[in-house]
């Protein structure tokens, strides 16, 4: 199956570490021309140049509506389309609806929710001029199923799940052959949920690797089914939540 995504445009958000490198590294090595956007400008560049030629690296502040309309146009610039945008930027605030500031919420729903609300609405400008695309939306297993002490977070990627669903369902009216997914992970190994274990626990002891009913997760587990809905295989599949979560969700109702 190689070249699933061959010779198209990618855009991913959040993309110089984490859930975001990943998905940069299988969409590049399935074909794919890779925008890397990021704030972290040193990480960032450094994974452009370990990819050559099919990745190029953009700072981007993806809760900022200026710095969304100057990377469309570098990317139509540069390739005169896109063809795949992932959404992938976002932070983790921990605290219960008791705990949480409204600072905490404001900068979570920036950071989590209006970048995801920017990337859809300029990508989906820059794709239905050039016949279509697909974008893929990070969101969280915390979007669907409420964690206690995670309040404000769950709200931001509940948001997320909100709003593809009512992309999809534009795009499909107005025909636009763009189709909008979320993707829902938990306990995936990456520096940002790293740091919600105790200290001193080492999280990989936790793996599905190490017992199926763990909950950790490879982040290329997770970048596999953003590049499953960012390919053409999955042309019929439209405003869908997908769990990647070890059947976390299913156990817990």
Known sequence: MAGRV?????LVTG?????GKATVEMLAREGAQVV???IAEEAGQALADQLGGAARFLRHDAASEADW???MGEVKEAYGRLDILVNNAGILIKGS????????WQRLMRVNADSVFLGCREGVALMKAGGGGAIV??????GLAGKDDYAAYCGSKGAIAALSRAVAAHCRRQK??????????DGVLTPMSAAAYPPGLDPARFTIDVDPMFRACQPQDVAAAVLFLASDEARAINGLELRVDSGQFVMSV
Do not use: F, W
């Not at 636009?176 to 992970?185: D, K």
């Open 97 to 104: 609806i008791e705990e949480a500031s409204l600072d905490d």
């Open 69 to 71: 309309r100057r990377v």
């Open 137 to 142: 939306n990070m969101s969280s297993i915390a």
């Open 36 to 38: 890397i956007t990021d």
């Open 176 to 185: 636009y052959r763009i189709r909008c997914n979320s993707v829902h992970p």
């Open 15 to 19: 993309g110089a570490s984490g859930l």
């Open 6 to 10: 061959q010779d198209k445009v990618a």
